[in-house]
Nanobody, 122 residues
Framework: QVQLVESGGGLVQAGGSLRLSCTAS????????MGWFRQAPGKEREFVAI????????YYAGSVKGRFTISSDNAKNTVLLQMNGLKPEDTAVYYC???????????????WGQGTQVTVSS
């Protein structure tokens, strides 16, 4: 069983930065990629970014490309999401997730963290 624990959320002013961290324990051999999703109140969970654990290929949602950076430290079983230039519309609960294949929709992911709140004030 994989357990994912996110940290690093908080309250920040527009234009500011936050760095989210996701640490995995018990990661199975079949984990191919790690992703970040977010869910704002009243909205569906949406894809933010993905990184493949072998090779480090990345892909971003258009709304965050150029502002967010996903990275991984495989030795520490940790995935980071550096968020710069934050906007009020980035306010959401952010989740990390593990997948056995490349995917940009929630159903592609097998394991999820509990989420961390990010609030951006205007």
């Amino acid at each position: 069983q994989v357990q994912l624990v996110e940290s690093g959320g908080g309250l920040v002013q527009a234009g500011g930065s936050l760095r989210l961290s996701c640490t995995a324990s018990g990661r199975p051999f079949s984990t191919y990629a790690m992703g970040w999703f977010r869910q704002a109140p009243g909205k569906e969970r949406e894809f933010v970014a993905i990184i493949t654990l072998s090779g480090g290929s990345t892909y971003y949602a258009g709304s965050v490309k150029g502002r967010f950076t996903i990275s991984s430290d495989n030795a520490k079983n940790t995935v980071l999401l550096q968020m710069n230039g934050l906007k009020p519309e980035d306010t959401a609960v952010y989740y990390c997730a593990a997948a056995s294949r490349f995917g940009v929709v929630a159903r592609d992911y097998d394991y999820w963290g509990q989420g961390t709140q990010v609030t951006v004030s205007s």
